[in-house]
Nanobody
Framework: VQLQASGGGLVPPGGSLRLACAVS????????IGWFRQAPGKEREGLSCISSSDGSTFYADSMKGRFTMSRDNAKNTVYLTIHSPKPEDTAVYYC????????????????????WGQGTLVTVSS
């Protein structure tokens, strides 16, 4: 399983930003996919995940309403849209994959994922 996150860069506060996670080696809808981020000097934190079984999405409580996760099976790609990015959203964003463990559910936990991409840096600054 290989994952490649892209779409990061320098963005001004406000607007929206969409990150992409291209999955290869397997079909993306056969794995739970999660999005995580790590800010400078901080631990990696979970943002959201999408269940392989039915496409249900789950978000960390602090992220609800600001992030939207989606999946394009034809492109084998999973997306994370950041709405109204703020300077505190500056971080390296990672996607990760895990074999499904529970139908219709996924975990937003670093320890729950087996395969990781290299990450894409998002810098929010005016």
């Amino acid at each position: 399983v290989q994952l490649q996150a892209s779409g990061g860069g320098l963005v001004p506060p406000g607007g929206s930003l969409r990150l992409a996670c291209a999955v290869s080696g397997v079909t993306s809808d056969n794995y739970d996919i999660g999005w995580f981020r790590q800010a400078p000097g901080k631990e990696r934190e979970g943002l959201s995940c999408i269940s392989s079984s039915d496409g249900s999405t789950f978000y960390a409580d602090s992220m609800k309403g600001r992030f939207t996760m989606s999946r394009d099976n034809a492109k084998n790609t999973v997306y994370l849209t950041i709405h109204s990015p703020k300077p505190e959203d500056t971080a390296v964003y990672y996607c990760a994959a895990s074999p499904p463990r529970r139908a219709g559910f996924c975990w937003i936990s670093v320890s729950g994922y087996d395969y990781w991409g290299q990450g894409t840096l998002v810098t929010v600054s005016s």
